[in-house]
């Protein structure tokens, strides 16, 4: 297997505020889903702009295999441009690394109906609920067909029956497409949910304190969700992050 | 109903204002040329109408199209400083200082720069300078406000400077823009008043020369009479840009 991006204990620290995340030694394999679960301030988004190269390490290494425009994020909010309709914000990537009009509106267009919103295309933010900017936000994200999707809490603002089904949206794009994907959360049995390796953060500054093999996205029965085995996973993160949080 | 009644009080109250001066001026036989009766006013407006109203105008364009010169100095220097950093430290202490120092104290520079035949460029020029302090700070203040989620995705997608600009920086500063115009827009009226007082001549007859030259004549119900005009003018304008207003924020909200 190839690593899509490493880690060598990287550190993130910030002037006047100390260290914000690490040492991190990680590995992000081709296609694999990995959530990292920990308590707020333990360095999650930070850690997650590393992954995007949106932030430099203060120490240590990160190496991307990635070429340019290969990472998306999905943000805690939706991030859209209020001035915009949807299809205008999820045209936004393409219309940035200059594919042109045509190409682009029609691509935008099937990554709205890909997430469900043939019939809004043309609303703006303002007239959409909260799951559907986040479902716009995430056809944002997977219109430039990215290899690396990072989400950071990107349900954490939702009712439960929309982030259910939202989460169940993001695992079927993922098993279509098998980019690589890192979501980040506070919660637990979200982490668990998602990913097929769940890494526990200290709390801040975050370091990897437990990892765990969990059952992927891609090996699970229907009905899951109720099953024993999740419960067993989401018991045995638990322990691990309730671990993580004594340790500091 | 609530509508009705939140312009039937201020109405009342000003329609019993007025009567009472009135009543007052009559009552204490109060000289004319120190306070007129709002009757003396009123006359006083009607009879001088059409010059009021080609001074007001007067006044009007040279304030609107000062408003234009100092937008487009304004918006080009923040648009400037916001592409670049070296920009931005040059011109923020000379917008500032532009912003303390009192246009009558620059008045009489502007004038002899602007010579003196030509009035109408040293009044347009000074109430640019007024205006134009709250246009670049709403403007630098504006393109700075976007999204810092949005900036990053931007980053992601490696944004050249001009797309950054055009695409994120400049819809963002929208708000911010449309309330320092509305801001602007009063401080140029202003500004082109008190400049007309310092530089203004027989070449640019403004408002603000019909006030000092009804003054001059102790005329005082014209320049009651004129006064009025300007503050009518004013709130027209103010309410006008207010509407305007809401109706671009409410597009660019979507809603």
């Known amino acids: 297997m190839t690593a899509l991006i490493t880690l060598e204990a990287a550190e993130v620290a910030y002037k006047g505020r100390g260290a914000a995340l690490g040492p991190l030694n990680l590995e992000l394999e081709n296609g694999e889903a990995v959530a990292l679960v920990g308590a707020s301030g333990a360095g999650k988004s930070t850690a997650l702009r590393l992954l995007a190269g949106l932030e430099r390490p203060t120490r240590g290494l990160v190496r991307r295999d990635l070429g340019s425009r290969e990472t998306s994020v999905v943000f805690q909010a939706p991030t859209l441009a209020p001035w915009l309709s949807a299809l205008a914000n999820v045209r936004m990537p393409l219309e940035l690394s200059g594919v042109g009009r045509s190409e682009s509106e029609a691509r935008a267009r099937a990554a709205l109906e890909r997430v469900g919103l043939k019939d809004a295309l043309k609303a703006r933010p303002a007239h959409l609920s909260g799951g559907m900017a986040m479902r716009v936000s995430l056809a944002r994200a997977l219109v430039s067909g990215p290899r690396l999707l990072l989400l950071d809490e990107p349900f954490a603002a939702l009712d439960e029956i929309t982030r259910r089904a939202l989460a169940d949206d993001v695992l079927s794009l993922w098993r279509e497409r098998r980019s690589t994907m890192v979501f980040v959360t506070h919660n637990v049995e979200e982490a668990v949910y998602m990913a097929g390796r769940v890494l526990v953060l200290t709390p801040g500054p975050g370091r990897i304190a437990a990892e765990r093999r969990v059952t992927g996205p891609d090996e699970r029965p229907s009905g899951f969700r109720a099953s024993s085995r999740f419960r067993a996973d989401v018991e045995t993160v638990s322990a691990d992050l309730a671990q993580a949080m004594e340790s500091n | ?255």
């Open chain 2, 1 to 255: 109903m609530g509508g009705a009644r939140s312009w039937a009080a201020p109405a009342v109250a000003a329609v019993v204002l007025l009567a009472a001066w009135e009543l007052g001026c009559r009552l204490l036989h109060a000289p004319t040329y120190l306070l007129p009766a709002p009757s003396a006013v009123a006359a006083a407006g009607v009879d001088n109408a059409g010059l009021l109203a080609a001074s007001a105008w007067r006044t009007l364009a040279m304030a609107l199209e000062a408003l234009l010169v100092a937008a487009a100095v304004a918006g080009g220097l923040a648009i400037a400083a916001a592409l670049s950093r070296t920009v931005d430290h040059i011109v923020r202490p000379l917008a500032a200082a532009v912003q303390v120092t009192p246009v009558v104290a620059i008045a009489p520079l502007v004038v002899i720069w602007a010579g003196i035949d030509h009035p109408q460029r040293a009044i347009v020029s000074l109430a640019a300078v007024v205006a134009f302090f709250p246009l670049f700070s709403g403007a630098v203040a504006g393109l700075a406000s976007a999204d810092r989620d949005l900036e990053r995705l931007f980053d992601l997608y490696q944004a050249t400077p001009l797309q950054r600009l055009a695409l994120l920086r400049a819809p963002s500063a929208a708000p911010f823009l449309i309330e320092a115009v509305k801001v602007a827009a009063g401080l140029a009226i202003i500004g082109a008043v008190v400049a007309e007082f310092v530089a203004g001549s027989g070449a640019a007859q403004g408002l603000a020369w019909r006030i000092l030259e009804a003054g001059n004549l102790l005329q005082t119900p014209r320049m009651f009479a004129a006064i009025l005009v300007l503050a009518a003018m004013a709130g027209a304008l103010n309410g006008l840009l207010g509407l305007v207003e809401k109706r671009l924020l409410s597009w660019w909200r979507g809603r």
